[in-house]
């Protein structure tokens, strides 16, 4: 069979051997199985394929190395997305959003928006002759306000006004949380609910270590101050190593990692708090190895608290691990800088901590109690980190606040 090309580029096909119309001898090609495109370019390719070896071009070997770079960044990136997705906190739940939590407590709002929940007790505010904010501590909230017995706050005249720190239960979350914000957000709940001019603090563990901010920003409004239990920063200046150290080492290995994580990588906690690979914080997660005797005891109380889900309700990240976040962050100043905020003898400032505490090891409370004389320390050598839930020890810390009792 002969195929010979038209002048409109199509194929005409003749038995073997046929001359062509015009007695021409007939030209015998080679087709390729494609559709015609444009006049000459079979014959370009005809003449490619017929070129001999020798002369043609060499053939570029594939980029190996420049493909394997592409595929390492590639895989960089995918890893670091997952990577940052994985340590991304979630948005908090917030109170009172179609897809938050319902608001059941009063609540006032601050000049930034922002809305914290309280709840008062004892005495009406208007017949008392105290007033005492309490700063509740680690997971916990208003409900948790120091337990003062019925009759001594009608002896005394107590008006006790305790408030969900922000990110817990029913309050805002701050989106930019200091130690010195908390101190102020306080000061504006005061006003907002016309407790006068002064009124006294009570603060527990974290919420104790939250006093010393007070004692810093708002010391022209306070009557008197209790800290409870305090929480320590192990890198405050002018703490003595050997004071940090033999505190540091009195917690399990997993605290020591989640407070170092805290202040050298805040934007770890959340992660390192909720992954699975290692042990979280302890004190997150309620181990018993970290229960003093009398502790173990109060917890059978503290830990049944019918209100728990609600403490956590926003998400822990906004509420917990901001406040490690805070309390073990790296603050510019030190408790051991401030100045007796009472050097008239107009209020007094008293620091208790237990010497069975196994949370928050009393060394550091004993060392500062010492470099500042105008703290009146009282250490309870058989109690644990739980001891303000004791009514008997609350009524004590009140009378002795309030009364000069030591």
């Known amino acids: 069979m002969i195929a010979s090309m038209t002048k409109g580029g199509n194929f005409r096909f003749k038995a073997a051997g046929q001359p062509d119309g015009k007695g021409r001898p007939p030209f015998l090609l080679v087709v390729l199985a494609c559709p015609p495109r444009r006049p000459g370019l079979l014959h370009r390719r005809s003449r490619t394929i017929a070129e001999p070896a020798a002369n043609r071009p060499p053939t570029r070997a594939p980029a190996s190395g420049g493909m394997a770079r592409k595929l390492s960044i590639v895989l960089f990136v995918t890893l670091s997305a997952l990577l940052y997705q994985q340590i991304q906190p979630p948005p908090p739940k917030i109170c009172g959003l179609p897809d938050g939590p319902p608001v059941t407590a009063p609540r006032t709002k601050l000049k930034d928006g922002r809305h914290l929940a309280y709840k008062e007790s004892g ?3 208007e017949e008392a002759k105290y007033k ?7 997971d916990s909230c208003r409900h ?3 337990p003062i017995s019925p009759e001594v706050a009608q002896e005394l005249g107590i008006y006790l006004l305790s408030f969900d720190q922000p990110g817990y239960a029913e309050s805002d ?5 200091s130690e010195k914000s908390i101190a102020l957000d306080i000061e504006q709940l005061a006003d907002n609910l016309q407790l006068g001019p002064k009124f006294h603090l009570i603060g527990f563990s974290m919420g104790g270590e939250i006093m010393w901010s007070c004692l810093k920003y708002i010391p022209h409004r306070l009557s008197g101050v209790a800290i409870l239990a305090p929480v ?4 405050w200046s002018g703490i003595p190593s050997n004071v940090s150290q033999d505190a540091w080492y009195q917690q399990l290995p997993q605290d020591q990692w989640a407070v170092w994580v805290s202040h050298h990588l805040p934007w770890l906690t959340y992660w390192w708090n909720t992954q699975k690979l290692f042990p979280p914080s302890s004190v997150i997660t309620y181990n018993p190895a970290i229960l ?17 889900p609600m403490i956590r309700q926003q998400g822990e990240y906004n509420s917990l691990h901001r406040d490690m976040m805070v ?8 408790p051991l800088d401030l100045k007796d905020p009472f050097a008239g003898g107009e209020g007094k400032v008293h620091l208790w901590h237990g010497a069975e505490d196994l949370m928050v ?6 060392y500062i109690s010492e470099r500042l004389p105008w703290v009146i320390y009282h250490e309870l050598p058989k109690s644990g980190h739980l001891f303000p839930v004791d009514s008997g020890n609350a009524d004590a810390i009140v009378r002795s606040l309030l009364l000069g009792d030591q």
Do not use: C, T
Not at 173 to 177: G, L, R, S, T, W
Not at 292 to 299: C, K, P, R, T, V
């Open 327 to 334: 309390g073990f962050g790296k603050w510019d100043w030190s």
């Open 132 to 138: 005492i904010i309490f700063v509740h501590g680690f």
């Open 292 to 308: 003093s005797e009398e502790d173990a005891m109060l917890m059978k109380k503290f830990g049944m608290r019918p209100y728990f």
């Open 173 to 177: 979350p701050d989106p930019a949380p």
């Open 123 to 125: 005495v009406p505010k």
């Open 361 to 366: 090891p009393a060394s550091v409370s004993r």
């Open 144 to 146: 948790d306000a120091l």
């Open 232 to 235: 320590g920063n192990y890198w």
